[in-house]
């Protein structure tokens, strides 16, 4: 595999990664062959948790609260937007700033009151 880095287009939205920017793209990185492979992994595995928190959407005794299928979303989302911000270039990283994403996909919210005696506080 080649170790250089390259310049790549990459819209979470559309799960495009592509060499050459258009209007879909949302970020910029810099990654070799190894890291596109990983890119693309990662951005598999945010869609594919999405249709699954998807289907379970419309099971309406299934609280969300502490749903498998969103937690397993949040945590690949953090993957790829942690990802995303450690390879990409200023802009990229600012704009997952603003964003808050990172922070506020870790934070639970269970240390909220209410949660305090629920036996499914995690």
Same mark, same amino acid.
Request: hydrophobic letters at 25%; aromatic letters at 10%; proline letters at 3%.
């Given at each position: 595999?080649?170790?250089?880095?390259?310049?790549?287009?990459?819209?979470?939205?559309?799960?495009?990664?592509?060499?050459?920017? &258009? /209007? %879909? @793209? $949302?970020?910029?990185?810099?990654?070799?062959?190894?890291?596109?492979?990983? =890119?693309?992994?990662?951005?598999? !595995?945010?869609?594919?948790?999405?249709?699954?928190?998807?289907?379970?959407?419309?099971?309406?005794?299934?609280?969300?609260?502490? &749903? /498998? %299928? @969103? $937690?397993?979303?949040?945590?690949?989302?953090?993957?790829?937007?942690?990802? =995303?911000?450690?390879?990409?270039? !200023?802009?990229?990283?600012?704009?997952?700033?603003?964003?808050?994403?990172?922070?506020?996909?870790?934070?639970?919210?269970?240390? &909220?009151?209410?949660? $305090?005696?629920?036996?499914?506080?995690?």
């Amino acid at each position: 595999m080649n170790s250089e880095k390259k310049t790549y287009y990459v819209s979470v939205n559309h799960n495009l990664i592509q060499e050459v920017p &258009d /209007d %879909a @793209n $949302e970020y910029v990185v810099h990654l070799n062959d190894e890291e596109v492979s990983k =890119l693309r992994g990662l951005l598999h !595995e945010v869609s594919s948790s999405d249709r699954y928190a998807f289907k379970r959407t419309f099971i309406p005794y299934k609280s969300a609260d502490h &749903d /498998d %299928a @969103n $937690e397993e979303y949040d945590e690949r989302t953090i993957n790829l937007y942690n990802f =995303l911000y450690n390879h990409g270039d !200023e802009a990229t990283r600012r704009t997952i700033e603003g964003m808050n994403i990172i922070g506020k996909l870790k934070d639970t919210g269970y240390d &909220d009151p209410g949660y $305090e005696d629920s036996p499914l506080n995690k």
